[in-house]
């Protein structure tokens, strides 16, 4: 699975980003890991075919919306109420079928602060 991330950018505390990912074919799972600097990288949101269920890591539950259009194979992570601690490199997951391994995008960074 091929996957091509876009948005990010720049944006001050409090701000919005939204964040896109094409895959290259149909996939189980869709998700969003972020990686701060000399960090492991951490499961930020997803969401699988299996319930249609989105999974949040609480640090982003209530500000970060995952949602998935399934006939372009694309996810989006709108991301709103934007804190410093939010910048990290945010990389695009997909599982091609249940509990199966992970394939990873490039990653875009995203980076708040005023």
């Known amino acids: 699975v091929q996957l091509v991330e876009s948005g990010g950018g720049l944006a001050p505390p409090g701000g919005s980003l939204t964040l896109s990912c094409i895959a290259s074919?149909?996939?189980?799972?869709l998700g969003w890991f972020r990686q701060h600097p000399g960090q492991d990288r951490e499961f930020v949101a997803s969401i699988s075919r299996g319930g249609y269920i989105p999974y949040y890591t609480n640090s982003v539950k209530g500000r970060f919306t995952i949602s998935r259009e399934y006939t372009k194979n694309m996810v989006h992570l709108q991301m709103s109420s934007l804190k410093p601690e939010d910048t990290a490199h945010y990389y695009c997951?997909?599982?091609?079928?249940?509990?199966?391994?992970?394939?990873w995008g490039q990653g875009t960074q995203v980076s708040v602060s005023s």
């Open positions: 997951a997909a599982q091609k079928w249940e509990s199966s391994r992970w394939f």
């Open positions: 074919e149909d996939t189980f799972t």
